[in-house]
């Protein structure tokens, strides 16, 4: 969790006051810690940005510290995206997604995004697997 002592207009203080985000950004980690690890990790693996929202972390990351992003490709993978197509061409597959904790923490916000992303796999190949044997 990032470090953040700014003062929040009220959507904010609305939305990541009453779930304690907002104390908790007080005790966080540096920014420019947090982005010197980010991108160790990110250059010593090959890494795919992926998550939801995908669009919105390549912008934050750009405009705080844009090395993270130099070693890493163009290509993205947004489970949003998934989600989105899910809800428009088969929104029983969208209905039976695992739930989201929506806390807004970095940490769960990422394993919803992997259970998520892992759902739309296994309905997949699931039906890969179907038309393999039709």
């Known amino acids: 969790m990032l470090r953040w002592d700014g003062t929040p207009d009220d959507f904010i ?49 750009d405009a705080h510290d844009p090395r993270i992003l130099a070693g890493l490709g163009h290509r993205s993978l947004d489970v949003s995206a998934l989600d989105e197509a899910a809800r428009l061409w088969n929104p029983a597959c969208r209905d039976a997604r695992p739930e989201r904790t929506t806390d807004h923490r970095c940490l769960h916000c990422l394993d919803d995004s992997i259970r998520l992303a892992r759902h739309y796999r ?13």
């Open 13 to 61: 203080k609305g939305m990541h006051g009453p779930n304690g985000l907002l104390d908790a950004c007080r005790h966080g980690l540096e920014p420019k810690e947090a982005y010197r690890l980010a991108g160790e990790y990110a250059h010593r693996r090959e890494a795919l940005v992926a998550g939801s929202t995908v669009r919105f972390d390549r912008g934050m990351l």
């Open 122 to 134: 296994t309905l997949m190949e699931d039906a890969c697997t179907a038309s393999r044997n039709d």
